[in-house]
């Protein structure tokens, strides 16, 4: 099962990656995760990687689709794998697109969660981590017993910098801004299902095993 799932900060595409993972037993694949390993491991696109990164810049293209390129002919991705995080643009998506059929593959699916991004706000805003043990609640969906307290130690709860709102907004604008051209491209492709975000965490799942079962 090789696919690729799509949606905002905060839509849910951990929770449902590590999910998918289980069940169909392949690897999640996500670009920041890879890039670091790249660099550590010292492999040839990791070098470049490096060079780019020590210098300050941002690493183009064609390195981070060649660190793609080498983790998904890693033996674990046999029998498929989960994009999370990439592509991002077009311009990496038909990069992807040229990459699988190098390699003799090709995507199943294509599968984008949809939230409210005033709801995504609201998720986002809320998360609290302990400083002690770095257990997380939510203010509204999963609260402390007393606020501003770790139920389990008793640490202060804090927020993120990456969880206060104009940060937050930024994301989703970028995301908006780079990504979304991505669910025209693929729904050209006939490889777009869409899912609501919105619904519960189980019968989001559900929805996406439906849609995988049937591709």
Same mark, same amino acid.
């Given at each position: 099962?090789?696919?690729?799932?799509?949606?905002?900060?905060?839509?849910?595409?951990?929770?449902?990656?590590?999910?998918?993972?289980?069940?169909?037993?392949?690897?999640?694949?996500?670009?920041?995760?890879?890039?670091?390993?790249?660099?550590?491991?010292?492999?040839?696109?990791?070098?470049?990687?490096?060079?780019?990164?020590?210098?300050?810049?941002?690493?183009?293209?064609?390195?981070?689709?060649?660190?793609?390129?080498?983790?998904?002919?890693?033996?674990?991705?046999?029998?498929?794998?989960?994009?999370?995080?990439?592509?991002?643009?077009?311009?990496?998506?038909?990069?992807?697109?040229?990459?699988?059929?190098?390699?003799?593959?090709?995507?199943?699916?294509?599968?984008?969660?949809?939230?409210?991004?005033?709801?995504?706000?609201?998720?986002?805003?809320?998360?609290?981590?302990?400083?002690?043990?770095?257990?997380?609640?939510?203010?509204?969906?999963?609260?402390?017993?007393?606020?501003?307290?770790?139920?389990?130690?008793?640490?202060?709860?804090?927020?993120?910098?990456?969880?206060?709102?104009?940060?937050?907004?930024?994301?989703?604008?970028?995301?908006?801004?780079?990504?979304?051209?991505? !669910?025209?491209?693929?729904?050209?492709?006939?490889?777009?299902?869409?899912?609501?975000?919105?619904?519960?965490?189980?019968?989001?799942?559900?929805? !996406?095993?439906? !849609?995988?079962?049937?591709?």
């Amino acid at each position: 099962m090789k696919l690729i799932l799509l949606g905002p900060p905060g839509a849910g595409k951990g929770t449902q990656a590590k999910m998918l993972t289980e069940r169909f037993d392949i690897p999640q694949i996500s670009t920041g995760d890879i890039l670091r390993a790249a660099v550590k491991e010292g492999t040839p696109m990791g070098v470049k990687a490096k060079a780019f990164m020590d210098a300050g810049g941002l690493v183009p293209d064609e390195v981070v689709v060649g660190i793609v390129r080498e983790r998904l002919q890693k033996p674990d991705c046999e029998k498929g794998f989960i994009l999370d995080g990439f592509p991002r643009t077009e311009a990496q998506a038909d990069a992807l697109k040229a990459t699988l059929a190098s390699l003799g593959k090709e995507l199943d699916a294509v599968i984008s969660l949809e939230v409210d991004t005033e709801a995504l706000v609201e998720r986002l805003t809320g998360r609290r981590t302990c400083r002690g043990c770095g257990k997380g609640y939510h203010i509204k969906f999963d609260p402390p017993g007393e606020a501003g307290r770790c139920d389990a130690c008793g640490g202060e709860l804090f927020q993120r910098e990456d969880d206060q709102e104009t940060t937050i907004r930024n994301r989703l604008q970028v995301y908006h801004q780079q990504t979304m051209p991505l !669910i025209d491209y693929y729904r050209r492709d006939g490889l777009l299902s869409a899912v609501d975000g919105m619904l519960p965490m189980d019968a989001v799942r559900e929805r !996406i095993l439906a !849609i995988l079962q049937a591709a």
